[in-house]
């Protein structure tokens, strides 16, 4: 912080990632094109100039073959734009997902020879095609392949293969993206690197998820720079389309709005009108294609999100709670450009890995998509399994694959065999990485603003993920039409920050006022009215203490009843009455009696329908289900906290006043003495209750009579009175004491449950 003079949030991002030495930082972060390897340094690339410069020079037609995802398209446009500048006869071919597939295709290659062509050059793909490569020589065709995908046993047999981690090459960086691979040819043949087209290479680069270190961090974080400011008419055309100023541009604009729309095309038809977009010169023109690349995206979010709801269905109806290790799901009349997508989301959702296959009954083939967690390379995986996989390729995490109909069974079997082996509980668990714990009193505006120099955020450099810890929750708030989203105030050390949950909305029925929390989440700036003020979008909240809901004083249940969860919740009643009471409220709930309740549910929310007689009831509730949310009501008809018990003083008036009458017909002359002395009927019942169970007097057909030779004994020894104490002292701890004495209270008696528990464990 001293020797680079940065903020301690920015150290903290900086150190969770590795960096110690500030020299190195400095270095990091001041990336620029002295980053840049000579990209002679890639195998085979004076092979594949002099041969391109050599069509050039003769006037051959070239040909760049692409791949229809951002990666390949910018890939296309890169390339292209660099062999346009150099005077070649160059045109592009990207095949279709649909009647083609991925890669190198034989039938395409003819095409292009029979238009003419004699150079085919590969971006983002070939490295796996080696049946066509071969069929390519057969034609007269010349073949240069750059690629960066994952390389197999054997190389393809070309002109020359260019990629960052070939077996027999050196280059100082092997995570080039294929839109990289595409843009270091591109600077061989210019003899300098074109800058302009970083704005190409950003996108693909983000959009294709490598790692953002070396090279790439250069690429995307000039490309950025360069897109805020960008005169290209199909940038400006996609920005408006998505709703978006050039000068807000980041890496999670070309990752979540620029990719997609340049993903769509290819994903639903022909990709070419994402090539067109990105070298469109006419600014109508882009415009158009924009329009339409924005209505194949919204068209391509509908199919996946009906897809996603078929996939889960499919899972509920196969495994019920027998989660499998691996989900291979197959079905007729899946769209194949979008399952890729869809295995994102059930991979994202059960932390497992995936296949969605699309099923051609007609070929009697399925053609897939894989996702995977960290610990399964599904690359490998699939190529233990390449004896029923004519067709597959990927990375770790990522995967495409067709295969026949009748080996689906097989592959789901033997990849759950695979990842029984390798996977285990931990890793098929859920988790996020917290890196960044922060106080309150560190995030300012300023400093949110200043993260640009340590931008871009991305494969290998994550954005952060922070956590302020140990905040209190200073208000509570649904927000939205259909009060759905949450809003929080946090508050820490006399520093407050806002809190946002998008669809969080129900957890404000889980919070407490003034409750002890740890909140992670992304830190953003929001700005109103030119007021600008940091807040966090909540990814998730945890907190350790049990949360208590103040219901008291709640006359009509009507109106709580509807906030309490449905699951795992528990209704007790210490009362018979109460009971009876309730019935009607909670047609459905599962209403227990205090002595009834044996600890057999599991119990998140207790609901305390009414006031035990002793507070031993209510500690062993909490032993016996240690509920994390507790909803007090205490529902008290008669309460005895203000009548009090009468004084000493009252006690011996009315013995006395026993002694001198023999009898006392309390029935008929009760409400007389209680007028005279200003006491309730209650008390003098109470009283005389209390001298029958000591012994002091008898009670016969209605009368008090007193006992001349009753001894002495302390009033408290009557059970009556033992009673009416307990009842008073209960009413004020759990009825009438101040929300946060009640909350306390059940902390202590928490504190004390865990010390039992370690107690006992030790």
């Given at each position: 912080m001293d020797e680079l003079k940065i903020p301690s949030m920015h150290a903290k991002i900086l150190v969770s990632r590795g960096f110690t030495n500030p020299a190195e930082v400095k270095e990091f972060?001041?990336?620029?094109?002295?980053?840049?390897?000579?990209?002679?340094?890639?195998?085979?690339?004076?092979k594949a100039v002099a041969r391109i410069k050599?069509?050039?020079?003769?006037?051959?037609?070239?040909?760049?073959?692409?791949?229809?995802?951002?990666?390949?398209?910018?890939?296309?446009?890169?390339?292209?734009?660099?062999?346009?500048?150099?005077?070649?006869?160059?045109?592009?071919?990207?095949?279709?997902?649909?009647?083609?597939?991925?890669?190198?295709?034989?039938?395409l290659f003819q095409e292009i020879a029979d238009l003419g062509a004699s150079l085919i050059i590969t971006v983002d793909n070939g490295v796996s095609g080696i049946e066509q490569a071969a069929y390519a020589k057969s034609i007269g065709l010349d073949l240069i392949i750059t690629d960066h995908h994952e390389i197999g046993e054997t190389l393809p047999e070309a002109d020359a293969?260019?990629?960052?981690?070939?077996?027999?090459?050196?280059?100082?960086?092997?995570?080039?993206?294929?839109?990289?691979?595409?843009?270091?040819?591109?600077?061989?043949?210019?003899?300098?690197?074109?800058?302009d087209l970083l704005e190409f290479a950003a996108i693909g680069t983000v959009a294709d998820l490598v790692p953002l270190l070396d090279e790439n961090r250069y690429f995307v974080k000039e490309g950025i720079r360069?897109?805020?400011?960008?005169?290209?008419?199909?940038?400006?055309?996609?920005?408006?389309?998505?709703?978006?100023?050039l000068r807000q541009f980041t890496e999670e604009t070309l990752g979540f709005m620029v990719g997609p729309r340049l993903n769509a095309p290819g994903r639903l038809g022909d990709a070419d009108a994402a090539v067109d977009l990105l070298k469109a010169d006419e600014p109508t023109v882009?415009?158009?294609?924009?329009?339409?690349?924005?209505?194949?995206?919204?068209?391509?979010?509908?199919?996946?999100?009906g897809i996603t709801q078929e996939a889960l269905a499919m899972v509920e109806a196969e495994y019920g709670n027998d989660i499998p290790h691996v989900f291979v799901l197959a079905k007729e009349g899946w769209n194949p450009g979008v399952i890729g997508i869809v295995s994102s989301r059930i991979t994202e959702k059960f932390h497992r890995p995936s296949i969605i296959l699309s099923i051609d009954p007609e070929a009697g083939t399925a053609k897939g998509s894989a996702r995977s967690v960290e610990g399964f390379d599904m690359y490998q995986g699939l190529a233990k399994n390449r004896d029923i996989l004519p067709h597959f390729g990927g990375h770790q995490m990522a995967a495409g694959m067709t295969l026949k109909l009748e080996d689906v069974d097989t592959l789901r079997n033997q990849l759950n065999r695979q990842a029984a082996d390798m996977l285990t509980d931990e890793q098929l668990t859920a988790t996020v990485s917290i890196d960044v714990p922060l106080t309150i009193g560190e995030i300012e505006v300023g400093v949110l603003e200043s993260l640009e120099q340590l931008r871009p955020f991305g494969m290998s450099f994550p954005k952060p993920v922070y956590m302020i810890e140990n905040t209190s929750v200073a208000s509570i708030r649904k927000i939205g039409a259909a009060k759905n989203h949450l809003k929080l105030e946090l508050e820490d050390g006399g520093h407050k920050l806002d809190a946002i949950g998008f669809s969080q909305g129900p957890l404000a029925d889980e919070m407490t006022h003034g409750m002890s929390l740890n909140v992670i989440g992304d830190l953003q700036v929001n700005e109103w009215n030119n007021f600008k003020k940091p807040q966090i979008l909540i990814e998730d909240i945890r907190s350790e203490e049990r949360q208590v809901f103040d219901l008291r004083g709640i006359r009509d249940p009507q109106r709580w009843v509807g906030t309490i969860p449905k699951e795992k919740v528990l209704y007790v009643a210490f009362q018979p009455n109460t009971?009876?009471?309730?019935?009607?409220?909670?047609?459905?709930?599962?209403?227990?009696?205090?002595e009834d309740c044996t600890g057999d549910a599991a119990v998140e929310s207790l609901v305390l329908l009414d006031i035990p007689d002793q507070q031993r009831q209510l500690e062993q509730l909490m032993t016996l289900f240690s509920p994390g949310r507790i909803y007090a009501h205490f529902y008290a008809p008669e309460s005895r906290y203000f009548d009090g018990i009468p004084s000493r003083q009252e006690f011996g008036w009315y013995f006395t006043f026993l002694k001198k009458r023999g009898t006392f017909d309390i029935r008929n002359q009760g409400g007389q003495l209680a007028k005279h002395k200003g006491w309730k009927i209650d008390t003098i019942y109470f009283m005389s209750k209390v001298f029958f169970e000591l012994g002091f007097v008898k009670i016969e057909n209605g009368a008090v009579i007193a006992e001349p030779a009753a001894g002495k004994r302390d009033l408290a020894e009557a059970p009556a009175y033992k009673e009416r104490q307990q009842q008073i002292e209960m009413e004020e701890r759990l009825l009438y004491a101040p929300y946060h004495e009640l909350k306390q209270w059940f902390q202590q008696v928490q504190q004390v449950q865990a010390v039992e528990e370690e107690t006992v464990w030790t």
């Open positions: 972060l001041s990336a620029d094109a002295g980053v840049l390897h000579d990209p002679f340094l890639l195998h085979d690339m004076d050599q069509a050039i020079a003769d006037g051959e037609h070239i040909v760049v073959y692409g791949d229809y995802d951002a990666d390949g398209v910018t890939s296309v446009s890169v390339l292209t734009t660099a062999l346009e500048r150099l005077g070649a006869d160059v045109s592009f071919v990207i095949p279709n997902r649909f009647s083609h597939g991925y890669g190198p295709n034989s039938g293969v260019i990629h960052p981690r070939h077996p027999d090459g050196h280059y100082p960086f092997g995570e080039l993206a294929g839109v990289g691979v595409a843009f270091k040819l591109a600077t061989a043949l210019l003899g300098e690197a074109p800058l360069r897109l805020r400011m960008s005169s290209r008419p199909g940038i400006q055309a996609l920005a408006k389309a998505g709703g978006t100023e882009a415009a158009g294609i924009a329009a339409e690349l924005d209505r194949l995206n919204k068209e391509r979010q509908a199919l996946v999100n009971k009876t009471y309730f019935a009607p409220f909670l047609p459905d709930a599962d209403i227990r009696m205090a």
